[in-house]
């Protein structure tokens, strides 16, 4: 297994709409395990493939580290290849979100309370699942890297003219982290 150097705010990987993944792909194993390995790695609850710099429709969530939150994020451990998310529903929630590739930014979120999602297991079967909660916030934020979206692209105007000099220092790199980064 391996640890990944993340692609941060500015790298050109991450506004790409990712690829499918196919059922063939070299390695799609290890490579699974390689992001569980590097999410683990940063303190992440959910890593996206172009996060590594691979345009791929892969993204891996653990959310047992907010059980304490939600009791069922204990068993939200899992890869979702070639994810549709087939609707969004319930009602609009806000949330503080952050992002692995945005090191210390956290912002206000508002996003769906759930979504209905199709996906193939790694085992390449297909699945059809209902999330809500904190695991639906995770999906849709994982699932935003796989269409080229950030948070950051979720907030007012206004916060985001804010936050534009440390956008820039990440896209730069310089930015203090524990875990390995990859800047444009
Ligand atoms: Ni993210």
Request: hydrophobic content about 35%.
């Amino acid at each position: 297994m391996m640890i990944l150097p993340v692609f941060v705010y500015g790298s050109p990987v991450l506004r790409k709409v990712a690829a499918e993944v196919p059922q063939d792909y070299p390695g799609l194993e290890e490579f699974i395990e390689d992001l569980f390995e590097t999410m683990y790695h940063s303190d992440g609850i959910g890593l996206a493939a172009p996060q590594v710099g691979k345009s791929l429709r892969i993204f891996v969530v653990d959310g047992s580290p907010l059980e304490e939150d939600e009791p069922s994020l204990i068993d939200f451990k899992k890869a979702f290849i070639n994810p549709e998310i087939l609707s969004y529903e319930g009602e609009i929630i806000t949330y503080n979100e952050g992002c692995l590739s945005i090191p210390d930014i956290r912002e206000d979120v508002d996003r769906e309370s759930a979504v209905r999602i199709r996906y193939c297991d790694k085992n390449f079967n297909y699945r059809e699942e209902f999330y809500e909660g904190i695991a639906a916030r995770i999906i849709q934020h994982e699932y935003d890297h796989l269409e080229g979206r950030l948070f950051t692209d979720l907030i007012s105007p206004l916060k985001k003219r804010l936050l534009k000099r440390k956008l820039t220092s990440i896209s730069k790199g310089k930015i203090d982290v524990k875990y390995r980064i990859k800047h444009a």
